[in-house]
Protein backbone atom coordinates (compact mmCIF):
# COMPACT_ATOMS: atom_id res chain seq x y z
CA UNK A 1 0.00 0.00 0.00
CA UNK A 2 1.42 3.44 -1.03
CA UNK A 3 2.25 5.78 1.93
CA UNK A 4 2.33 9.33 2.01
CA UNK A 5 6.37 9.79 1.49
CA UNK A 6 6.14 7.05 -1.21
CA UNK A 7 3.45 9.96 -3.22
CA UNK A 8 5.77 12.47 -1.68
CA UNK A 9 9.38 11.03 -3.08
CA UNK A 10 7.52 10.11 -6.75
CA UNK A 11 9.71 11.37 -9.54
CA UNK A 12 8.46 11.67 -13.41
CA UNK A 13 10.86 11.65 -16.11
CA UNK A 14 10.73 14.59 -18.31
CA UNK A 15 9.81 15.30 -21.95
CA UNK A 16 9.94 17.80 -24.81
CA UNK A 17 5.96 17.94 -24.12
CA UNK A 18 5.67 17.46 -20.93
CA UNK A 19 2.89 18.57 -18.20
CA UNK A 20 4.07 22.10 -15.99
CA UNK A 21 6.59 20.72 -12.84
CA UNK A 22 4.76 23.03 -10.86
CA UNK A 23 1.35 22.32 -11.39
CA UNK A 24 2.59 18.68 -10.81
CA UNK A 25 4.19 19.21 -7.57
CA UNK A 26 1.03 21.25 -6.21
CA UNK A 27 -1.20 18.46 -7.38
CA UNK A 28 0.98 15.96 -5.89
CA UNK A 29 1.25 18.31 -2.55
CA UNK A 30 -2.71 18.23 -2.14
CA UNK A 31 -2.71 14.18 -3.11
CA UNK A 32 -0.54 14.05 -0.56
CA UNK A 33 -2.01 15.54 2.66
CA UNK A 34 -5.79 14.21 1.51
CA UNK A 35 -3.94 10.97 1.64
CA UNK A 36 -2.00 11.39 4.78
CA UNK A 37 -5.49 12.31 6.60
CA UNK A 38 -6.94 9.39 5.14
CA UNK A 39 -3.84 6.94 5.99
CA UNK A 40 -4.36 8.59 9.79
CA UNK A 41 -8.04 7.82 9.79
CA UNK A 42 -7.69 4.53 8.95
CA UNK A 43 -4.97 3.42 11.80
CA UNK A 44 -7.39 4.78 14.13
CA UNK A 45 -10.32 2.76 12.70
CA UNK A 46 -8.55 0.16 13.13
CA UNK A 47 -7.48 0.53 16.38
CA UNK A 48 -11.25 1.49 17.22
CA UNK A 49 -12.00 -2.31 15.64
CA UNK A 50 -9.40 -4.03 17.87
CA UNK A 51 -11.14 -2.37 20.87
CA UNK A 52 -14.25 -2.91 20.08
CA UNK A 53 -13.19 -6.87 19.31
CA UNK A 54 -11.48 -6.53 22.52
CA UNK A 55 -14.48 -5.67 24.56
CA UNK A 56 -16.83 -8.27 22.87
CA UNK A 57 -14.40 -10.98 23.76
CA UNK A 58 -14.60 -9.31 27.90
CA UNK A 59 -18.42 -9.63 27.32
CA UNK A 60 -18.43 -13.23 25.85
CA UNK A 61 -16.25 -13.99 28.74
CA UNK A 62 -18.76 -12.45 30.97
CA UNK A 63 -21.76 -14.11 29.59
CA UNK A 64 -19.97 -17.44 30.26
CA UNK A 65 -19.13 -16.65 33.46
CA UNK A 66 -22.90 -15.43 34.68
CA UNK A 67 -24.03 -19.07 32.05
CA UNK A 68 -22.17 -20.67 34.53
CA UNK A 69 -22.89 -19.08 37.91
CA UNK A 70 -26.18 -20.25 36.93
CA UNK A 71 -25.65 -23.93 36.47
CA UNK A 72 -24.41 -23.56 40.04
CA UNK A 73 -27.12 -22.05 41.66
CA UNK A 74 -29.69 -24.44 39.79
CA UNK A 75 -27.62 -27.50 41.21
CA UNK A 76 -27.24 -26.43 44.68
CA UNK A 77 -30.84 -25.72 44.92
CA UNK A 78 -31.59 -29.27 43.76
CA UNK A 79 -28.90 -30.42 46.09
CA UNK A 80 -30.62 -28.46 48.95
CA UNK A 81 -34.15 -29.61 47.96
CA UNK A 82 -32.54 -33.13 48.10
CA UNK A 83 -31.45 -32.75 51.28
CA UNK A 84 -34.42 -31.32 53.21
CA UNK A 85 -36.56 -33.30 51.68
CA UNK A 86 -34.08 -36.06 53.36
CA UNK A 87 -34.04 -34.65 56.54
CA UNK A 88 -37.86 -34.32 56.13
CA UNK A 89 -38.18 -38.67 56.51
CA UNK A 90 -35.54 -39.25 58.89
CA UNK A 91 -37.29 -36.66 61.57
CA UNK A 92 -40.38 -38.54 60.40
CA UNK A 93 -38.84 -42.17 60.91
CA UNK A 94 -37.08 -41.02 64.09
CA UNK A 95 -40.02 -39.53 66.11
CA UNK A 96 -43.19 -40.74 65.16
CA UNK A 97 -45.27 -38.00 67.58
CA UNK A 98 -43.56 -34.98 66.49
CA UNK A 99 -43.57 -36.50 62.42
CA UNK A 100 -46.15 -33.94 61.78
CA UNK A 101 -44.52 -30.82 63.21
CA UNK A 102 -41.04 -31.90 61.79
CA UNK A 103 -42.11 -32.83 58.41
CA UNK A 104 -43.92 -29.61 58.40
CA UNK A 105 -41.21 -27.38 59.51
CA UNK A 106 -38.83 -28.90 57.19
CA UNK A 107 -41.16 -28.60 54.28
CA UNK A 108 -41.44 -24.82 54.69
CA UNK A 109 -37.93 -25.18 55.14
CA UNK A 110 -37.34 -26.86 51.86
CA UNK A 111 -40.26 -24.17 50.19
CA UNK A 112 -37.95 -21.00 51.28
CA UNK A 113 -34.43 -22.63 50.01
CA UNK A 114 -35.82 -23.38 46.80
CA UNK A 115 -37.61 -19.91 46.89
CA UNK A 116 -34.61 -18.04 47.72
CA UNK A 117 -32.52 -20.00 44.93
CA UNK A 118 -35.17 -19.02 42.11
CA UNK A 119 -35.19 -15.44 43.24
CA UNK A 120 -31.22 -15.70 43.03
CA UNK A 121 -31.68 -17.33 39.93
CA UNK A 122 -34.43 -14.47 38.52
CA UNK A 123 -31.48 -12.55 39.38
CA UNK A 124 -28.80 -13.93 37.79
CA UNK A 125 -30.93 -14.35 34.61
CA UNK A 126 -31.74 -10.52 34.58
CA UNK A 127 -28.19 -9.29 34.86
CA UNK A 128 -27.78 -11.58 32.60
CA UNK A 129 -30.19 -10.32 29.98
CA UNK A 130 -29.27 -6.57 30.74
CA UNK A 131 -25.15 -7.46 29.99
CA UNK A 132 -26.63 -9.03 27.12
CA UNK A 133 -29.07 -5.97 25.80
CA UNK A 134 -25.91 -3.61 26.76
CA UNK A 135 -23.44 -5.80 24.85
CA UNK A 136 -25.85 -5.50 21.58
CA UNK A 137 -26.56 -1.66 21.85
CA UNK A 138 -22.78 -1.40 22.19
CA UNK A 139 -21.63 -3.15 19.19
CA UNK A 140 -24.50 -1.38 17.28
CA UNK A 141 -23.19 1.95 18.12
CA UNK A 142 -19.75 0.83 16.98
CA UNK A 143 -21.25 -0.60 14.00
CA UNK A 144 -22.70 2.81 13.24
CA UNK A 145 -19.84 4.70 13.76
CA UNK A 146 -17.36 2.74 11.44
CA UNK A 147 -19.93 2.76 8.93
CA UNK A 148 -20.47 6.60 9.20
CA UNK A 149 -16.43 6.96 9.18
CA UNK A 150 -16.25 4.53 6.14
CA UNK A 151 -18.74 6.37 4.13
CA UNK A 152 -16.86 9.72 4.88
CA UNK A 153 -13.61 8.04 3.94
CA UNK A 154 -15.41 7.10 0.22
CA UNK A 155 -16.90 10.62 0.14
CA UNK A 156 -13.27 12.19 0.47
CA UNK A 157 -11.62 9.72 -1.98
CA UNK A 158 -14.51 10.67 -4.52
CA UNK A 159 -13.82 14.35 -4.47
CA UNK A 160 -10.08 13.74 -5.26
CA UNK A 161 -8.93 15.04 -8.22
CA UNK A 162 -8.54 12.45 -11.21
CA UNK A 163 -5.95 14.02 -13.81
CA UNK A 164 -6.33 11.68 -16.48
CA UNK A 165 -10.02 11.92 -16.24
CA UNK A 166 -9.85 15.99 -17.17
CA UNK A 167 -7.32 14.99 -19.60
CA UNK A 168 -9.76 12.89 -21.56
CA UNK A 169 -12.27 15.25 -21.33
CA UNK A 170 -10.22 17.57 -22.73
CA UNK A 171 -9.53 15.63 -25.58
CA UNK A 172 -12.98 14.56 -26.18
CA UNK A 173 -13.87 18.28 -26.50
CA UNK A 174 -11.11 18.87 -28.69
CA UNK A 175 -12.47 16.05 -31.23
CA UNK A 176 -16.01 17.30 -30.61
CA UNK A 177 -14.85 21.12 -31.99
CA UNK A 178 -13.16 20.01 -34.86
CA UNK A 179 -15.57 17.70 -35.73
CA UNK A 180 -17.97 20.24 -35.99
CA UNK A 181 -16.09 23.11 -37.46
CA UNK A 182 -14.92 20.61 -40.27
CA UNK A 183 -19.42 19.90 -40.84
CA UNK A 184 -19.40 23.63 -40.74
CA UNK A 185 -16.80 24.44 -43.76
CA UNK A 186 -18.53 21.25 -45.58
CA UNK A 187 -22.34 22.83 -45.43
CA UNK A 188 -21.28 26.38 -46.18
CA UNK A 189 -19.22 24.92 -49.60
CA UNK A 190 -22.22 22.76 -50.76
CA UNK A 191 -24.56 26.05 -51.43
CA UNK A 192 -21.14 27.79 -53.15
CA UNK A 193 -20.70 24.79 -55.76
CA UNK A 194 -24.73 24.50 -56.33
CA UNK A 195 -24.78 28.62 -57.12
CA UNK A 196 -22.02 28.17 -59.80
CA UNK A 197 -23.47 24.81 -61.75
CA UNK A 198 -27.12 27.05 -61.46
CA UNK A 199 -25.03 30.00 -63.35
CA UNK A 200 -23.57 28.16 -66.27
CA UNK A 201 -26.92 26.21 -66.84
CA UNK A 202 -28.58 29.82 -67.42
CA UNK A 203 -26.02 30.58 -69.34
CA UNK A 204 -26.13 27.46 -71.75
CA UNK A 205 -29.55 28.08 -72.07
CA UNK A 206 -29.10 32.03 -72.77
CA UNK A 207 -26.46 30.77 -75.60
Do not use: W
Not at 27 to 36: G, H, I, M, R, S
Amino acid sequence: MLTPMDIHNKDFKRSFRGYNEDEIDDFLDKVVNDYEKLFRENDRLKEDLARAKKDNEQYQQLEQNLKDTLLVAQKTAEEVTSNARKNAEETRENTAKECANKLHEAEMKAEKIIEDAKTKAQVIVAEYDRLVREKNTFLRKIKVTLESELAVIDETMKQIPDPEKEEREKKAMGTQAEALQKALSEHQAVPYEAKELGEEQKDEQEG
